[in-house]
């Protein structure tokens, strides 16, 4: 099996969706949140794109401990900085994917604070789990967009806003 491959067949699906998704951000709605618990709508957005970047993260290190400062987030606030870091994490990203061999996904990879570990998986599965973060809080986005009344593009298939 070429998982390598399907990785970068995968990240490159996910970025084109995730593009559609970006090029809808609406002016003026940064701060907005469903709910006082609710991720802010600029910061879950960032959020998205950052994870683009996490294989160039994940596949030459062993761990990210957050609490010693392996992770700034990154603060953006227009439509336009989320889509170049977008296009620039998304490049990084395919980038280590195309650098490693097979068996550079199969050492360990945690994810750490102050020591603590929190999770721990396969460098393949801690790719694998950052692409279901992009289908998971882009999911959100799209609640945040519809609540706004912002029509969805499809993104596995039609939206109810791509049919007529």
């Known amino acids: 099996m070429d998982t390598l491959s399907q990785l970068k067949s995968e990240l490159e ?17 940064n701060e907005y949140a469903p709910h006082e618990k609710s991720m802010k709508m600029m910061p879950l957005a960032t959020h998205i794109v950052e994870i683009f970047g996490w294989p160039a993260i994940i ?28 296009d620039e994490d998304y490049k990084n990203g395919q980038k280590a994917l195309s650098n490693v061999q097979e068996e550079d996904l199969n050492p360990s990879w945690a994810l750490k604070n102050n020591g603590e570990e929190l999770m721990k998986w396969t460098k393949y599965e801690a790719i694998r789990h950052a692409l279901n973060q ?28 791509s049919v007529n």
């Not at 559609?20 to 002016?27: G, I, R, V, Y």
């Not at 986005?141 to 109810?160: E, V």
């Open 59 to 86: 596949l030459p290190t062993s761990e990210l401990d957050f609490g010693k400062g392996g992770y700034k987030p990154t603060h953006l606030s227009t439509k336009e900085e989320l889509l170049k870091k977008l």
């Open 13 to 29: 699906n996910e970025y084109h969706i995730t593009k559609s998704f970006m090029e809808l951000f609406p002016e003026g709605k």
């Open 134 to 161: 992009i289908t998971h809080h882009r999911a959100q986005l799209g609640i945040y967009y519809r609540l706004n009344n912002i029509p969805l593009p499809g993104s596995y298939g039609p939206t109810a806003d």
